[in-house]
């Protein structure tokens, strides 16, 4: 089992930064790779970034690369995303996820097991 807790989220500006954080706990934490997703109103939740259980590995979406960063300390059982020039179509609520399973950073829904309950990002014009 692997409990994960979102933090960080807010209401901002274009063009301000937030940084996410998630905090995990129960398994081994470097022994799996995690995620971030998000999920706008009427929208599908869909994939931001993702990074490997050492961090040495990283993948992010189209539409948030070069602004978003993901990153992980396996000291802290934690992992961020540091997003920059943000803009009002990345207001969306914000998950970490969980892949316990494959050895790959994987951008699939279904391929993570666990999930925080999100936080709320709303980017204003």
């Known amino acids: 089992q692997v409990q994960l807790v979102e933090s960080g989220g807010g209401l901002v500006q274009a063009g301000d930064s937030l940084r996410l954080s998630c905090a995990a706990s129960g398994r081994t934490f470097s022994s799996y790779a995690m995620g971030w997703f998000r999920q706008a109103p009427g929208k599908e939740r869909e994939f931001v970034a993702a990074i490997s259980r050492s961090g040495f590995n990283t993948n992010y979406a189209d539409s948030v690369k070069g602004r978003f960063t993901i990153s992980r300390d396996n000291g802290k059982n934690t992992v961020y995303l540091q997003m920059n020039s943000l803009k009002p179509e990345d207001t969306a609520v914000y998950y970490c996820?969980?892949?316990?399973?494959?050895?790959?950073?994987?951008?699939?829904?279904?391929?993570?097991?666990?999930w925080g309950q999100g936080t709320q990002v709303t980017v204003s014009s």
């Open positions: 996820a969980a892949d316990v399973r494959s050895s790959y950073i994987e951008t699939r829904m279904y391929d993570y097991n666990y």
